[in-house]
């Protein structure tokens, strides 16, 4: 009976300080020009937490806009690298035109300077392995009238002879092999002398001519080297190249030296093929055509 006796107590004190409570909490409410004690709890507690609330709602809006952003520029930029790389092949393919048109403008340049003789353009389609183009096959032969011993011209003029033919195709030995000699002979004078292939000098862009005349014709640096007339594999007039070094042999009757070549023999890529051979033209002047 004791214990019940001081929980009715307690209960009364606790009832009597919930009741002084409220009535300060009116009279602060009062005096607070109504706005009241759940108003002021409300600045110190729900306030904050819908500010934080949001915050948090912002940052979450942001963060999915930004998401949305970022995925928008991706594709973006997917579909302009796409472009880009469209546009690079584009570019490529046109430049590869571009060096076509020039190369064909040269040979064309080349068929109107030989305008004589017959000729058949073809393209280089194999080489021996090297970085030089001394030994090469190209994409005619003989069903496109392509001879041994046809005289095969590129760039600026004579780039070799044809050694083998097939119906579809040719292999041609250039100026520069080690087994090319040339019966040529100097444009100015027609003074003749021996082109000899070297490899070794083709690495130094350079030909070499020996047993030419040491007489009064005077010969300078510059001076262009053709096949010659006398020639029994090629045709007359094809040129070869310049001159660019010059001097008289130990003997004191022949000069020798170095030709400027007239093709880039580390890069052909078409040549023209006369179809008419040396031996051809001697034949048809024997028979009076």
């Excluded at 048109?101 to 305008?115: G, M, T, V």
Aim: hydrophobic residues 35%; glycine residues 8%; aromatic residues 6%.
């Amino acid at each position: 009976m004791k214990v019940k006796n001081q929980t009715a107590v307690s209960s009364k004190y606790i009832l009597i300080i919930l009741i002084v409570i409220c009535g300060l909490l009116l009279c602060i409410e009062r005096f607070a020009d109504g706005g009241g004690p759940l108003r002021i709890v409300a600045n110190y507690t729900v306030i904050p937490m819908q500010k934080g609330i949001s915050y948090v709602g912002r940052y979450m809006s942001d963060l999915s806009d930004n998401f949305q952003t970022l995925e928008e520029m991706k594709k973006n930029n997917e579909e302009l690298q796409s472009r880009v790389d469209e546009l690079t092949i584009d570019n490529t393919r046109l430049r590869q035109e571009q060096y076509e048109l020039e190369r064909l403008r040269e040979l064309f340049k080349l068929d109107e300077n030989y305008s004589d003789y017959e000729k058949i353009g073809a393209h280089v389609i194999a080489n021996n392995g090297t970085n030089w183009f001394n030994d090469f096959t190209i994409d005619k032969g003989s069903n496109d009238g392509v001879q041994v011993d046809s005289n095969v011209l590129a760039g600026s003029g004579l780039v070799g002879i044809v050694t083998e033919v097939g119906p579809d195709y040719a292999r041609v030995r250039s100026i520069i092999d080690d087994s090319s000699n040339i019966s040529a002979m100097v444009l100015s004078t027609s003074d003749t002398c021996i082109v000899r292939g070297d490899l070794q000098l083709a690495v130094d862009g350079k030909l070499r001519f020996e047993k030419l005349a040491n007489n009064d014709n005077e010969i300078e640096v510059g001076e262009q080297v053709v096949t010659s007339h006398v020639s029994n594999r090629f045709v007359q007039g094809l040129f070869i190249g310049y001159i660019s070094e010059i001097e008289v042999d130990s003997n004191n009757l022949t000069r020798s030296g170095y030709i400027t070549p007239a093709v880039d023999f580390s890069n052909i890529q078409e040549v023209l093929v006369i179809t008419t051979t040396k031996q051809d033209m001697i034949d048809a002047e024997e028979s009076g055509e």
